[in-house]
């Protein structure tokens, strides 16, 4: 069984989940694993964190524009072991999360129901951490779709995705090779979570989302909790002066086929238009039957006619 034992505060004016422990030790360059002539962002998340559900447009933005010149490496950071040990920041039980993501929604634009820890709540976020390095053993590509199905399930589906049948169904949804991502599950993918915890508390790793900058196995920047893009922008040009912005179509049909579901303030940031001009658009191509809209209490989503 893996433990760890952080002490765990969520700020939304800082837009962080932090825990409360200092680095055991320095990390080796050959941890660092960076990728040759690419930034590599070591990016530490967690399949529960509402900061990091937040900072999705962001990423997804940066992915289009930077996508030649950054390699993002996802990192499981154990943000709930379990609640005999998460009490802190006003946070000590499952109803206080509910309470805490229903206030955090409009802050980020971003739609949350909070009802999955009155009605089911998860006990700790390590299992959906597994199964998500399990996905990445398989296919780092598949594992980022497995990341984003089991957020969507918790975040707006209400559903506890500690359960089996919902970590295997986002294996299935993702593409992956369901016999094998449960053999990983059981077995390697704990080993490498374990590396990504150790990895953490020697990278001095507070809390989510953390994002570190490392070019030639040397940090070189950090990125800490949500932020806008021009902050993510700002680090890749000063590290890497001659990366390359590329264009994509800001056409919804072409954004919409590289991101299948998009909430309203991704498809905002994407487009490069108002919240409220992408919800017109939005709306306008749900009546159009060109996409189908899925309605939360607190925002929407929106899905390719396709997907």
């Given at each position: 069984?893996?433990?760890?034992?952080?002490?765990?505060?969520?700020?939304?004016?800082?837009?962080v989940c932090e825990i409360l422990e200092t680095p055991d030790s320095e990390a080796s360059a050959e941890q660092l694993q960076s990728t040759k002539d690419k930034i590599?962002?070591?990016?530490?998340?967690?399949?529960?964190?509402?900061?990091?559900?937040?900072?999705?447009a962001q990423l997804r933005k940066m992915k289009l524009e930077y996508g030649n010149a950054v390699e993002l490496d996802y990192r499981m950071g154990g943000l709930l072991?379990?609640?005999?040990?998460?009490?802190?920041?006003?946070?000590?039980?499952?109803?206080?999360?509910?309470?805490?993501?229903?206030?955090?929604?409009?802050?980020?634009?971003?739609?949350?129901?909070?009802?999955?820890?009155?009605?089911?709540?998860?006990?700790?976020?390590?299992?959906?951490?597994?199964?998500?390095?399990?996905?990445?053993?398989?296919?780092?590509?598949?594992?980022?779709?497995?990341?984003?199905?089991?957020?969507?399930?918790?975040?707006?589906?209400?559903?506890?995705?500690?359960?089996?049948?919902?970590?295997?169904?986002?294996?299935?949804?993702?593409?992956?090779?369901?016999?094998?991502?449960?053999?990983?599950?059981?077995?390697?993918?704990?080993?490498?979570?374990?590396?990504?915890?150790?990895?953490?508390?020697?990278?001095?790793?507070?809390?989510?989302?953390?994002?570190?900058?490392?070019?030639?196995?040397?940090?070189?920047?950090?990125?800490?909790?949500?932020?806008?893009?021009?902050?993510?922008?700002?680090?890749?040009?000063?590290?890497?002066?001659?990366?390359?912005?590329?264009?994509?179509?800001?056409?919804?049909?072409?954004?919409?086929?590289?991101?299948?579901?998009?909430?309203?303030?991704?498809?905002?940031?994407?487009?490069?238009?108002?919240?409220?001009?992408?919800?017109?658009?939005?709306?306008?191509?749900?009546?159009?039957?060109?996409?189908?809209?899925?309605?939360?209490?607190?925002?929407?989503?929106?899905?390719?006619?396709?997907?």
């Amino acid at each position: 069984m893996i433990t760890n034992n952080p002490l765990l505060r969520c700020d939304p004016e800082k837009g962080v989940c932090e825990i409360l422990e200092t680095p055991d030790s320095e990390a080796s360059a050959e941890q660092l694993q960076s990728t040759k002539d690419k930034i590599t962002i070591i990016y530490y998340t967690d399949p529960i964190c509402s900061s990091c559900w937040g900072i999705e447009a962001q990423l997804r933005k940066m992915k289009l524009e930077y996508g030649n010149a950054v390699e993002l490496d996802y990192r499981m950071g154990g943000l709930l072991p379990s609640w005999d040990i998460y009490n802190s920041g006003g946070i000590s039980k499952p109803g206080d999360v509910a309470h805490h993501w229903e206030e955090v929604s409009p802050y980020y634009r971003m739609p949350i129901e909070g009802g999955v820890w009155l009605k089911d709540p998860l006990n700790s976020s390590y299992p959906p951490s597994i199964a998500f390095k399990a996905a990445q053993l398989q296919d780092k590509k598949k594992a980022v779709d497995y990341m984003r199905i089991t957020r969507e399930m918790i975040f707006l589906d209400q559903l506890n995705i500690t359960k089996t049948e919902h970590l295997e169904k986002a294996a299935e949804l993702a593409g992956l090779d369901v016999a094998q991502w449960k053999e990983d599950y059981e077995s390697k993918a704990q080993i490498e979570f374990k590396k990504d915890l150790d990895l953490a508390r020697q990278l001095g790793v507070r809390g989510f989302p953390t994002l570190i900058f490392t070019k030639d196995e040397e940090i070189l920047d950090i990125l800490y909790g949500f932020k806008p893009y021009a902050d993510f922008e700002r680090r890749i040009t000063k590290i890497s002066p001659n990366a390359k912005k590329q264009k994509y179509s800001t056409e919804p049909d072409q954004l919409f086929a590289v991101y299948p579901t998009l909430t309203t303030q991704e498809f905002a940031v994407l487009s490069n238009i108002s919240f409220e001009k992408a919800f017109e658009t939005l709306v306008k191509l749900d009546a159009e039957d060109t996409i189908s809209r899925k309605k939360y209490k607190n925002g929407d989503l929106w899905v390719s006619g396709t997907n």
